[in-house]
């Protein structure tokens, strides 16, 4: 596609492959800065699993959801300010040195949050990891893409996104390595120091983006770089273009300092580009799938599996479909089309919430009895069970609903009435020594494997589709000289976005419950269709330059059903 980076087909991915022996040094300067795509991806994963064990230690956030919260969301809040000051740094100082920086917070925030003994020192170690993230979240990509010949820049640019999904499946790995070992979850969220301290290693005998070194006036560097990229017959052919490029560059950006916001806004093409991108941004975050990342290991114990070991296990699986989905997008985001993927993505995603939706629901109405007699059995009856009027009306869900402080010990056969007790570590040992399973966030259910399996369909659905669209359509969508400014809006969209969704997850489930949070997202979903058909135009096909020239002719149809004019039908 003309005047972008070229599409991650698989014709560039063969060749990518040929690189191994054609060119191992372009591979090397790839997956160098790739690391910071994993350590992205790993931050993501990890804390779906530590947050387990973070409980088990720090009573104040097993109590306390929005504590629960801030130790997830703190990392986001930590990655807007690193995504927007990342900018500025990798204009001024360079790529390389953005890269580093964001390392060393990375490996400081790792540090931290390790040796933390109080749930707000972690959190300080959380917003130091999310600068890290932020900054490597544009600083990684944009350093392999212009590090990278023109004919793999799509495949290498993809690679990125190939080791945050690779990251979050590592991190499920190290989190089940570590269940069983002595301050398990300091383990999982230090780990991820190495990383980071490989990095910085392997950054230091690298060189700078050849594109920055140019626009920078250091024009010999900038050619010794690419004399090592690329084959000696293309060579000069690429330092001309580069040279015609920077140029081009330098002129839009005098050109776009005299355009205001308001001035943009008011601009046709401009208006409906960002109610496409922003819009799909927005609802790729407010459809759940970050909850589902964030919380996946919680949200498996919510449906019934109190182990803390099973719940990452079976998470596995969900984070090795998120990988996988993320595979499947290279072949059907240009064989589908983008518009069409989104839907088809959109589609599965409600059907997925509507299972989910309803194995919580049974879930939560059919949850085992509390029996007085089993109770009895133990010392540590819950104060609230106690002082009931009607305990013969409560079941497993009233138990845990009535105070953060109770907990229940289901019988032999788990779908048989259990006790009500006191939620403490002498309790939990008592319950365990007969055999039994002790729950606190969600109860036994028949209806488990169901929910399981609604997760699984959720993430198969989401991750080919709305997993990748949005970040297609917006690098396609917005005219040439106004690309920088909209991609930053709606890279901002997408952090605040995510914040939000990820900051209420656990207190929508406790204020309203799992099931109708699932049901809210599936509403959500089921509105972002038609934002969809109505909003966003089809971008396959469609060259850069002519962008704003489909934007400008496709009026908005509320009418959808409606047939268009020939004119404007095809996008």
């Given at each position: 596609?003309?005047?972008?980076?070229?599409?991650?087909?698989m014709s560039a991915f063969r060749e990518c492959l040929a690189l191994s022996h054609k060119n191992p040094y372009v591979l090397r300067l790839a997956f160098s800065a790739g690391i910071g795509g994993l350590l992205f991806g790993y931050d993501t994963g990890v804390i779906s699993g530590a947050l387990l064990y973070i409980r088990d230690e720090f009573k104040a956030v097993d109590r306390k959801t929005w504590l629960q919260e801030a130790i997830v969301s703190m990392a986001l809040a930590g990655a807007i300010i690193g995504a927007s000051v990342g900018g500025w740094i990798n204009d001024r100082f360079g790529r390389r040195i953005a890269i580093?920086?964001?390392?060393?917070?990375?490996?400081?925030?790792?540090?931290?949050?390790?040796?933390?003994?109080?749930?707000?020192?972690?959190?300080?170690?959380?917003?130091?990891?999310?600068?890290?993230?932020?900054?490597?979240?544009?600083?990684?990509?944009?350093?392999?893409?212009?590090?990278?010949?023109?004919?793999?820049?799509?495949?290498?640019?993809?690679?990125?996104?190939?080791?945050?999904?690779?990251?979050?499946?590592?991190?499920?790995?190290?989190?089940?390595?570590?269940?069983?070992?002595?301050?398990?979850?300091?383990?999982?969220?230090?780990?991820?120091?190495?990383?980071?301290?490989?990095?910085?290693?392997?950054?230091?005998?690298?060189?700078?983006?050849?594109?920055?070194?140019?626009?920078?006036?250091?024009e010999e560097e900038a050619k010794a770089i690419l004399k090592r990229i690329y084959p000696p017959q293309d060579v000069e052919g690429e330092i001309q273009a580069l040279k015609e490029s920077v140029d081009t560059e330098i002129k839009e950006a005098e050109t776009s300092e005299k355009i205001s916001m308001i001035k943009l806004l008011k601009t046709t093409a401009v208006r409906r580009g960002l109610y496409a991108g922003m819009g799909l941004q927005i609802f790729q975050q407010f459809v759940g799938i970050n909850t589902v990342m964030y919380y996946s290991p919680t949200i498996v114990q919510l449906a019934g599996f109190a182990s803390n070991r099973t719940a990452l296990l079976l998470s596995l699986i969900t984070s090795g479909l998120n990988a996988f989905g993320s595979i499947l997008s290279i072949y059907f985001i240009d064989k589908t089309g983008r518009k069409k993927l989104a839907l088809i993505s959109l589609c599965g995603v409600v059907f997925s919430l509507a299972v989910l939706t309803v194995a919580f629901r049974e879930s939560e109405v059919h949850s085992p009895m509390v029996s007085s007699i089993q109770t009895?059995?133990?010392?540590?009856?819950?104060?609230?069970?106690?002082?009931?009027?009607?305990?013969?009306?409560?079941?497993?869900?009233?138990?845990?609903?009535?105070?953060?402080?109770?907990?229940?010990?289901?019988?032999?056969?788990?779908?048989?009435?259990?006790?009500?007790?006191?939620?403490?570590?002498?309790?939990?040992?008592?319950?365990?020594?007969?055999?039994?399973?002790?729950?606190?966030?969600?109860?036994?259910?028949?209806?488990?494997?169901?929910?399981?399996?609604?997760?699984?369909?959720?993430?198969?659905?989401?991750?080919?589709?709305?997993?990748?669209?949005?970040?297609?359509?917006?690098?396609?969508?917005?005219?040439?000289r106004y690309r920088g400014v909209c991609g930053g809006m709606a890279s901002t969209t997408v952090w605040v976005s995510n914040l939000i969704v990820s900051q209420s997850f656990l207190s929508l489930t406790q204020a309203i419950g799992t099931a109708w949070t699932f049901m809210m997202f599936g509403i959500i979903a089921v509105v972002a269709i038609f934002f969809v058909i109505i909003f966003v135009p089809e971008t396959k096909g469609v060259p850069m330059e002519e962008v704003e020239k489909m934007l400008e002719q496709r009026s908005v149809q509320l009418k959808f059903w409606k047939k268009r004019d020939s004119a404007s039908a095809k996008y």
């Open positions: 596609m003309e005047g972008g980076i070229p599409e991650a087909d580093l920086l964001a390392d060393a917070l990375f490996f400081i925030g790792s540090v931290i949050m390790s040796a933390a003994t109080s749930p707000a020192i972690l959190i300080v170690g959380r917003v130091f990891v999310g600068l890290g993230v932020g900054m490597a979240s544009m600083a990684s990509p944009l350093y392999i893409s212009e590090a990278s010949p023109t004919r793999v820049r799509g495949a290498l640019v993809s690679l990125n996104s190939f080791l945050i999904t690779g990251g979050q499946f590592l991190s499920y790995l190290i989190n089940l390595a570590f269940t069983n070992a002595k301050g398990s979850w300091r383990w999982m969220l230090g780990v991820a120091a190495v990383p980071a301290l490989i990095q910085i290693i392997l950054m230091f005998s690298l060189p700078e983006s050849p594109r920055w070194l140019y626009r920078k006036g250091r009895s059995h133990f010392n540590t009856t819950c104060p609230d069970y106690k002082a009931a009027i009607n305990p013969g009306e409560w079941s497993c869900m009233k138990c845990l609903k009535a105070s953060p402080s109770c907990g229940f010990c289901a019988a032999d056969d788990k779908l048989l009435p259990g006790a009500c007790l006191i939620s403490n570590d002498t309790t939990k040992h008592q319950c365990g020594n007969d055999h039994r399973a002790w729950y606190t966030r969600g109860c036994p259910s028949k209806y488990g494997w169901v929910a399981l399996i609604g997760l699984a369909l959720y993430i198969i659905f989401f991750s080919p589709g709305m997993g990748t669209v949005p970040w297609v359509v917006n690098s396609e969508i917005y005219p040439l």
